[in-house]
């Protein structure tokens, strides 16, 4: 049997018919109906946050968080992410400006970031990567003395507590995804996080076609609402989180106890003071000391059906479509992870027996 990097996690089958059923009462499908009042505010109480606004995707939430803050020049942020960080940065009509990331968690290196601010920069958008949490203080305490908007990437930190605070609370915005493939989906789905009434009041306008009113259109927006049956499959799966989180833990915990103490493997750690979702299992493949490459690894595991993959590489700043306009050797700890990483499979019910079957590869091929 084939095994993904992922797997969808869904709600029993009756669960979600139960949830829906009301929606052949009403017809009512999209447009803010009853599922997604419901939906927002079980997700503000689970996040721990006052502003919150629901979007068809993770990408358009970005997108227009960005736009709501009417952002001009320059943002800085990390190449080691999802083509959805740059795209959404590029396609505001800014441009994003690489700062390098840590070697240990893959966030931003905020010993960097002051050197590439300049009188164009207005606002910082850095990413939890792995739902590895960003030095979060010290990035406010840069914003804070140089006048910037500090706007997080938190699609891998959905449900990730530092201390009891929940991730969404940190800087002006954040932005989580709902995507099928990530820790909690609904579908396809995301949201914005915020501290400033206006900032929400903006994004509903924005995701919504500017429309102010009955016969007033006041703003060039989109079209980013989430729908009826999203929310639904957001409302069920809500409820399964902590026990999904939960598997995940221990799916983590048995990696690391079979994968212990292989030369030039480096495991990813769990960050202190941090409730972990778990969200992927990154490892660092280093060549010389282990013997296979990272790709030689992920060759080899496909060949048993076992689909791991290479994420982050390419670098976004060494992208096709960016040629020319950023250099990636100005991030030099990010591009070594890019060459190194390979993020093994990991969802809620992967099974030991699959788990053993990853790591026995792994090992066997191991000097
Ligand atoms: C998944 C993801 C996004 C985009 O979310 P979608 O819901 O797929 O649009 C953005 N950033 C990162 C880091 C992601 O992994």
Request: aromatic share 10%; with cysteine.
């Amino acid at each position: 049997m084939r095994i993904n990097v992922t797997k969808s996690s869904m709600p029993p089958f009756h669960e979600y018919i139960a949830e829906i059923s009301e929606l052949w009462d009403t017809h009512w499908l999209t447009n803010m109906g009853v599922k997604h009042k419901a939906f927002e505010g079980k997700l503000k109480d689970f996040l721990g946050v006052d502003g919150l606004s629901l979007f068809c995707n993770g990408h358009m939430a970005l997108e227009m968080c960005l736009q709501a803050f009417d952002l001009s020049g320059e943002i800085i942020t990390t190449p080691f992410t999802f083509a959805s960080t740059t795209h959404a940065i590029t396609r505001n009509g800014l441009t994003p400006v690489f700062c390098d990331i840590n070697e240990d968690d893959f966030t931003i290196d905020v010993n960097k970031i002051e050197s590439l601010i300049t009188k164009k920069t207005s606002a910082i958008l850095p990413v939890h990567v792995y739902g590895n949490i960003c030095d979060t203080e010290k990035i406010s305490e840069i914003a804070r003395k140089h006048n910037l908007k500090v706007i997080y990437d938190a699609a891998h930190a959905f449900g990730v507590k530092v201390g009891e605070v929940g991730v969404g609370t940190f800087g002006d915005a954040s932005m989580f995804s709902f995507h099928a493939t990530k820790v909690f989906n609904t579908i396809e789905g995301g949201a914005v996080c915020y501290s400033e009434r206006q900032i929400g009041e903006r994004l509903y306008k924005l995701k919504n076609f500017g429309i102010t009113g009955e016969d007033t259109v006041e703003y060039v927006g989109g079209n980013a609402k989430m729908n009826e049956f999203s929310a639904a499959m957001g409302l069920c799966n809500l409820r399964h989180i902590d026990e999904e989180i939960g598997k995940r833990g221990k799916i983590h915990a048995l990696y690391q106890e079979l994968l212990k103490d292989i030369p030039g493997f480096r495991l990813p750690v769990i960050q202190a003071g941090i409730e972990s979702n778990y969200a992927y299992f990154p490892v660092l493949v280093n060549e010389s000391e282990y013997g296979v490459s990272r790709n030689g690894l992920c060759n080899k595991l496909r060949e048993d059906d076992i689909f791991a993959r290479k994420y982050f590489y390419p670098l976004t700043n060494s992208f096709d479509c960016y040629k020319g306009m950023f250099n990636p050797d100005g991030t030099p700890v990010a591009l070594i992870a890019s060459h190194q990483v390979l993020t093994l499979p990991m969802y809620a019910d992967l099974t030991e027996t699959d788990i053993a079957r990853i790591c026995n590869i792994i090992k066997e091929l191991a000097f």
